[in-house]
């Protein structure tokens, strides 16, 4: 065991839309961040549209006495500049938390629009030293959320040269991009959906080969197979065993990816790195079931990106497909009288093995013994999407705990 750290680095998790957004909170996320339909840089995850709507979710995240923060990453152009004025007054009327922004524009006028507004730099704006740190602290910057180009060394050395009240950030979990900070024009070259303003098509995970100029229509694999190759395509990052690196190097807030992901892959991970986390503050390692938990959720395979000098294959070359093992069956709603009241999510069958996954726990195995409909009459499968239904449990689970089922082994594109 090693010391306790007086440290305690902030959870922040993602939030797509409400369900996701109580997902992270019930399951111990200390902050959130969500996005607009403008200048966020996940464009398909824009849930809050209107002023009420984030309002709302602002008030449901204060209830807890947690954080909002608000992300406003994107690099607008002129034409969009309009309306900024009007979105960060929405913001501050709603009472969010902090602005993440990654344009110099954009943090000069909140500088001068709304001067109290605590200011986070994305990790878009490619912070890579103490310089650029310090010279945005001057500029009113609270926190810096690091490029993920750093190692841990790096991180260090900048946390050491900096103001001590000035906190670092960095991302720990999830899909990675193959540009530097994510700084990518190949999906608006292709597509014309600009990854800058967050419509981005993932074109670094498609396939491809190479023509040759005065062989068209006959192509050529990148390496020896007639698969082709998936040359830009990264892995997901997973850094869970190694939470006592980065409390070393000085880091204020450890951030999980996901505001496209489901509400199921907000509560597992977050739940895992929630233990994780409480485990590396008290100087313990992270406990074992956290491990495993990450990999219930459909995940593209893991490595620990440029944390560590050392070469940890962070592009994956066989293939895009994620790995699949669990679908979500059922959701809690009650539990009582020896039984277990559901929400059915995916089909299931009587007599199933599943685990339940509730706040602050392991997985608990159950069986869905002596099925039942909502007339309490016997049936063998909950085959009806959003059916209320009940299993024979004299385990007694929290209101929206998640029911699963595993799988086996599979790979989805």
């Known amino acids: 065991m090693k010391t306790q750290r007086t440290n305690k680095p902030e959870l922040l998790a993602p939030a797509g839309d409400d369900e996701r957004l109580k997902a992270a909170l019930d399951y111990g996320a200390n902050a959130v961040y969500l996005g607009r339909d403008q200048f966020s840089m996940r464009a398909a995850a824009n849930h809050y ?7 709302e979710a602002v008030t449901t995240v204060h209830q807890y006495g947690k954080k909002l923060y608000l992300t406003c990453n994107t690099l607008p152009r002129d034409p969009e500049l309009t309306q900024f004025p009007q979105f960060l007054e929405e913001a501050v009327k709603a009472g969010v938390d902090a602005l993440i922004l990654a344009d110099l524009g954009l943090l000069s006028l909140t ?9 986070h730099m994305s990790t878009q704006t ?3 030293n103490a310089a650029a740190c310090q010279m945005l602290y001057d500029m009113g910057v609270k926190r810096a959320v690091l490029a993920r180009e750093l190692s841990l060394k790096e991180i260090a050395a900048i946390r050491e040269k900096i103001p001590a009240d000035m906190e670092l950030e960095v991302f720990v979990h999830g899909a990675m991009c193959m540009s530097f900070s994510g700084r990518c024009l190949i999906s608006a070259y292709l597509t014309g959906r600009d990854a800058n303003r967050g419509a981005c098509a993932q074109p670094c995970r498609w396939k ?13 694999p990148v390496e020896e197979t007639n698969e082709g190759t998936y040359l830009f395509n990264a892995k997901d990052l997973c850094m869970i065993d190694h939470l006592q690196d980065l409390l070393d190097a000085g880091v204020d ?3 999980l990816e996901g505001r496209n992901k489901s509400a199921y892959y907000v509560a597992v991970v977050t739940n895992a790195y929630r233990a994780a986390l409480d485990a590396a503050i008290s100087g313990n390692d992270a406990p074992g079931w956290t491990l495993d938990e990450v990999r219930q959720v459909s995940h593209r395979e893991y490595c620990t990106g440029f944390f560590y000098d050392k070469d940890d294959a962070s592009q994956r070359y066989a293939s895009s497909s994620y790995v699949h093992l669990c679908d ?6 009650r539990a009582e009288h020896g039984r277990l009241y559901l929400t059915q999510r995916n089909r299931f069958f009587a007599g199933d093995t599943l685990e339940v996954i509730s706040p602050g726990m392991p997985p608990v195995t159950i069986s869905a013994a002596d099925l039942r409909d909502a007339s309490g009459e016997p049936i063998e499968t909950a085959n009806h999407a959003m059916m209320p239904c009940s299993i024979a449990c004299q385990n007694m689970f929290p209101e929206k705990s998640m029911v699963r089922r595993r799988i086996q082994n599979t790979s989805i594109q």
Request: glycine share 4%.
């Open 328 to 333: 979500v069956v059922a959701v809690v709603e």
């Open 111 to 119: 500088r001068t629009l709304a001067p109290e507004m605590e200011i």
């Open 208 to 220: 491809y080969h190479v023509m040759e100029e005065t062989r068209p229509g006959q192509y050529f």
């Open 126 to 128: 490619g912070i890579v």
């Open 49 to 55: 549209r209107t002023y009420d709507q984030l309002r």
């Open 253 to 255: 807030s450890i951030k």
